[in-house]
């Protein structure tokens, strides 16, 4: 079973829909949370990152995590056609002194049609 | 302004040669991840450099797979005898410091990817 599950969608909604992204995960050393955004033969961009729980928002985009449950969200309101992408979640702890790896998520592709 | 550049962008190899796939991290950037991103899966640790020191190999599926940062700043992972396991997308990021703390998590930036087909 891997250490982040994130279900692969795909995921379609109507322009101005609110869309709703997850993952769980395993490992209980996870400090920071964050979501990635990758266009189709682009690299992944973040959108967002938490430390710990709670809630953070910017714009449009929510993102929730409830360390108890092992449990991320990430909520998109009036969705548009450009945030047609995949959405990645991605976390990772850290050591004093070194950077520290990201475990992603599989991704969800999300579809926002007209 | 000048993000992570990786080359080449697209590379078919035929089963058993050898390539050298090249990242150019952000100017200054002191951090550098190697990742690989089969299709439709999300993006899996491979190596781990601070300036030219690689801390973190763990992620280096066989000794195939060999990466070094010989003056800190470019970086090549070069693949040995590939096979069609290989065929991915190679993904470069790279990080201002070396150091994360609570309050300060340090973005990783990545680049666009090469992607490796194995024929």
């Known amino acids: 079973q891997k250490e982040v599950e994130q279900d692969p969608g795909p995921l379609s909604v109507p322009e101005g829909a609110i869309v709703s992204l997850n993952c769980t995960y395993s490992n209980s050393a996870f400090q920071y949370f964050m979501w990635y955004r990758q266009y189709s033969r682009k690299g992944p961009e973040l959108l967002m990152y938490t430390y710990s729980s709670g809630n953070k928002e910017d714009g449009r985009f929510t993102a929730q995590v409830d360390k108890s449950s092992k449990y991320i969200s990430l909520f998109i309101r009036d969705s548009q056609p450009s945030d047609s992408a995949t959405y990645l979640c991605?976390?990772?702890?850290?050591?004093?002194?070194?950077?520290?790896?990201?475990?992603f998520g599989t991704g969800t592709r999300l579809q926002v049609t007209l | 302004g000048a993000g992570v550049s990786q080359s080449p962008r697209y590379k078919v190899a035929k089963r058993g040669q050898d390539v050298a796939l090249r990242c150019d991290p952000i100017?200054?950037?002191?951090?550098l991840f190697w990742y690989q991103q089969a299709l439709g899966q999300g993006p899996e640790f491979l190596t781990y450099f601070q300036n030219e020191a690689q801390l973190d190999k763990s992620g280096l599926p066989s000794d195939r797979f060999f990466a070094e940062r010989p003056e800190g700043s470019v970086s090549t992972l070069k693949i040995q005898r590939t096979q069609q396991e290989d065929s991915a997308v190679y993904l470069c990021?790279?990080?201002?410091?070396?150091?994360?703390?609570?309050?300060?998590?340090?973005?990783?930036?990545f680049g666009p990817g090469t992607r490796l087909t194995v024929l």
């Open positions: 990021a790279s990080i201002p410091t070396g150091l994360a703390g609570p309050s300060s998590y340090n973005e990783q930036f």
């Open positions: 991605a976390m990772t702890d850290f050591y004093t002194g070194t950077a520290s790896k990201l475990t």
């Open positions: 100017s200054g950037h002191v951090s």
